[in-house]
């Protein structure tokens, strides 16, 4: 007797351990469906030529044009804005780990939204950043610089369509990143005050590979436009593409949970960060208008142009 119910013992676990194997299966099927239809749209086209000076910001720009540019373009025009849009305007949210793209035909319109990217690596606990090696992504208003080449392999794509999503390696394919002038004065303030050191960490940039220590990095399929949109931004007429990190979408519920949780601040000062930052966020909101920001007295102030 007991060695039939030890058998039925085994037969409902053997029957249990293959219904979950299988909902494990079904669970991984929608994660790659959800995954891939979260990627840009990129156009098939030829592998790049034997040498081919694939480090030119030249061959990078032109590359990406023909890899994504005709999916661009139908958005600007859909918006009513003329491609390549001239005024560029980055916000990023943390927690949500939204990246979303603003534009217009000049700076003194009204923005459009033309698309909204889900970042794939970053620091997505709430809370600014105040030191070298604490692995946080900044909060807080910054200006941007394209800089190309780099020592480090995740900042490398290989820009024919079979290996864009590979994981690069140094010399191989293209480089191509844009980073982040952080620390700006306030930040350089904040580490003072509450670390009580002068070494607030750099090195903050937006890239592709999917893989962060503070930076905000993409898919490579997601990244490729983001860059693109960012090459043709008009810096001569207009300045550095400005980047608005935020640590949430502004609730007071939000705030007020998250300000009790970061340990190195105390929650007055988690808050009064937070609700300085959060004006520019309402601004924005209210009138999707570009801000001037700087920094006096330890605080950001704003004003449209």
């Known amino acids: 007797m007991r060695l039939y119910i030890l058998i039925f013992i085994l037969f409902i676990l053997a029957c249990n ?6 909902n494990n299966i079904k669970t991984d099927t929608i994660i790659k469906i959800t995954k891939k239809a979260k990627l840009h749209k990129i156009n098939n086209i030829t592998d790049i030529e034997k040498g081919a000076k694939e480090r030119s910001s030249v061959f ?7 890899l994504v540019g005709a999916s661009l373009k139908d958005i600007c025009v859909e918006k009513g804005l003329a491609y390549p849009p001239k005024f560029v305007l980055f916000r990023a949210f943390k927690m949500e780990k939204e990246f979303e793209i603003w534009a217009a035909n000049k700076r003194s319109d009204k923005l459009q939204l033309i698309l909204t990217l889900p970042i794939c690596a970053v620091d997505n606990q709430p809370s600014p ?3 070298q090696g604490d692995g946080k ?16 392999d995740f900042m490398w794509i290989k820009l024919n369509n079979k290996e864009i999503d590979t994981y690069g390696s140094v010399g191989y394919g293209s480089s191509f990143k844009i980073c982040l002038d952080y620390p700006n004065s306030l930040d350089k303030n904040q580490t003072k005050k509450i670390m009580k ?3 607030p960490g750099s090195a903050i940039c937006v890239h592709g590979n999917c893989v ?5 990095s993409f898919e490579n ?4 436009p983001l860059f693109l949109i960012a090459a043709n931004h008009n810096e001569k007429l207009y300045g550095k593409i400005k980047i608005h990190i935020f640590p949430f979408r502004f609730t007071d519920e939000l705030k007020n949970k998250y300000s009790k949780k970061e340990s190195r601040m105390s929650e007055n000062q988690v808050l009064g960060f937070w609700s300085n930052i959060e004006e520019a966020y309402n ?6 208008k570009a801000l001037k920001i700087n920094v006096l007295n330890n605080k950001y102030i704003f004003s449209e142009y």
């Open 137 to 152: 992504t900044p909060e807080g208003f910054y200006n941007s610089s394209i800089l190309y080449g780099s020592q480090a």
């Open 197 to 199: 050191h002068s070494n």
């Open 60 to 66: 990078i720009k032109d590359r990406l044009e023909k």
């Open 283 to 288: 601004l924005f909101e209210k009138n999707n």
């Open 129 to 131: 950043k105040l030191e």
């Open 212 to 216: 962060s220590i503070g930076c905000i």
């Open 221 to 224: 399929k997601n990244y490729l």
């Open 17 to 22: 351990q293959n219904a979950q194997e299988k």
